[in-house]
């Protein structure tokens, strides 16, 4: 019997999860200053269409790098064990978990895709929504376009790729100059070394010739030094972050020669935005976003593409971050598009879909939605599922037309429904720490279930 006020779908044995093991992971997150525009890249005409650089599947890997890790089994929850015996919950169809038959069905109708001249975006949506398969390079491309990386019209792609590769190439040399080495460039540039001795050619100014501003002490606004020292504790910060980015995959972590120079990519990256970006610069866990971007285009087959997985990776997390800016802005916590209300629009979501839930957790055990939510929203779920589950959502969340902010609101709402059972029968210690370590469970499933949300929602 359904419970007053609360859709018979919501009231199934299917919503209740066991838990599992495991040490508690820590929001690190700070914010700073107002929000200022991301720098965008438009878009440029170029000639003939190349032909498509995806590579079919195959046992051997061409990629250097290290395969993606294959997603768990998934866990054998009460949630599994219910559903098996329960039968359809409400009238509703449970979705089972992606089969290999399913991502070769997907993959052969993305290889079709892929392959036309102008790629239909939406039928690209609509297939890369139900999972990507972690074969021949197609997430890499796909991510590309859902990002806005690459144009529809793969006759683009050529002249696009080119020149933002370049783009970033000039980033670099830029915005990750020393200033003893901009010093000496401008000082070449003036002439002033073409005639000298070599010993005093080597880019250190004369103690006559040292200016106000070149001075490493000097404390004015245009001081390159000043400037150097200010980006300093923002760069010591990026280290500190990368470093701890996901310790358990050596494609990330540990003392071999590609895992640094991952590591220095990353670095590089978060280094560039938060320069370009000064009213947002670099706020703690951007790393843990740009982390599966970075690893999917490395771990592309394609040597020419995997050789540039850093410049793709920039652009493309400028767009993701695009987004989500406003979440990372401390000035507008407050206001109506900051991460104080994004985190109720959750609550108000949640309390739309189910009342009692609602009721119990921020009225009866007194949860702020805050303690848990923050970091599921602010990281993109990313620390809350283990790596390749992340992928999966992200497939989800990258393809919704109505933009990610949305499809992860409705995905929090879901993986609170999905522990409700457990959730009504505990106080504010127990919930707590159910939310702060969320259970494993069927991912396909909980995406299911945030889609079926934004159904009851719209009817």
Request: aromatic share 8%; with cysteine.
């Amino acid at each position: 019997m359904a419970k007053k006020g609360v859709p018979d779908w919501l009231n199934s044995s299917m919503w209740s999860t066991s838990p599992s093991p495991g040490d508690d992971r820590l929001l690190r997150h700070s914010s700073s200053a107002v929000s200022q525009p991301i720098v965008e890249i438009s878009p440029s005409p170029s000639p003939p269409p190349p032909p498509l650089r995806v590579s079919p599947p195959s046992t051997k890997s061409a990629a250097p790098d290290p395969p993606l890790p294959a997603p768990p089994p998934p866990a054998k929850t009460e949630s599994n064990d219910q559903r098996n015996g329960s039968g359809n919950a409400g009238g509703e169809n449970w979705t089972p978990e992606a089969s290999p038959v399913g991502d070769v069905s997907r993959q052969a109708q993305l290889l079709a895709e892929l392959s036309k001249k102008v790629i239909n975006l939406k039928e690209v949506r609509k297939i890369a929504s139900q999972g990507l398969p972690d074969h021949a390079g197609i997430r890499s491309i796909v991510w590309k376009l859902l990002l806005g990386y690459l144009p529809p019209d793969r006759s683009f792609w050529p002249s696009e790729m080119a020149k933002k590769r370049s783009q970033y190439k000039q980033f670099k040399e830029e915005l990750l100059m020393k200033p003893s080495e901009i010093t000496r460039r401008l000082d070449k540039s003036k002439g002033r070394d073409s005639n000298e001795p070599k010993n005093e050619g080597s880019g250190v100014l004369s103690r006559s010739e040292i200016t106000h501003e070149d001075h490493p002490l000097s404390l004015g606004t245009t001081s390159t030094w000043n400037n150097f020292f200010k980006d300093s504790e923002v760069m010591e910060q990026i280290d500190r972050d990368v470093m701890r980015t996901h310790p358990d995959l050596h494609f990330f972590s540990g003392d071999s020669v590609a895992a640094r120079s991952n590591q220095d990519a990353l670095k590089n990256i978060l280094i560039i935005f938060a320069k370009l970006n000064p009213g947002i610069r670099y706020v703690q866990g951007m790393n843990e976003i740009l982390a599966p971007i970075f690893y999917i285009f490395k771990n592309d087959p394609d040597e020419g593409n995997s050789a540039h997985a850093e410049s793709d990776a920039f652009f493309c997390f400028v767009e993701l971050m695009s987004g989500f800016r406003d979440n990372f802005c401390q000035q507008l916590d407050n206001s109506v598009v900051g991460i104080r209300s994004t985190i109720t629009r959750l609550s108000q979501l949640l309390k739309e879909h189910d009342e009692e839930l609602w009721r119990h957790l921020e009225i009866t055990t007194k949860i702020n939605p805050q303690f848990y939510a923050f970091r599921w929203i602010t990281l993109l779920l990313t620390q809350e599922f283990n790596f390749a589950d992340s992928l999966r959502i992200w497939d989800t969340l990258l393809s919704d037309l109505e933009g990610p902010q949305e499809t992860l609101l409705r995905i929090c709402c879901a993986m609170l429904i999905l522990v409700r059972r457990r959730l009504l029968a505990g106080d504010f210690t127990s919930n707590l720490k159910l939310l702060q370590k969320y259970p494993p469970g069927n991912i396909s499933h909980m995406l299911y279930v945030a889609d079926k949300l934004r159904s009851k929602s719209s009817g």
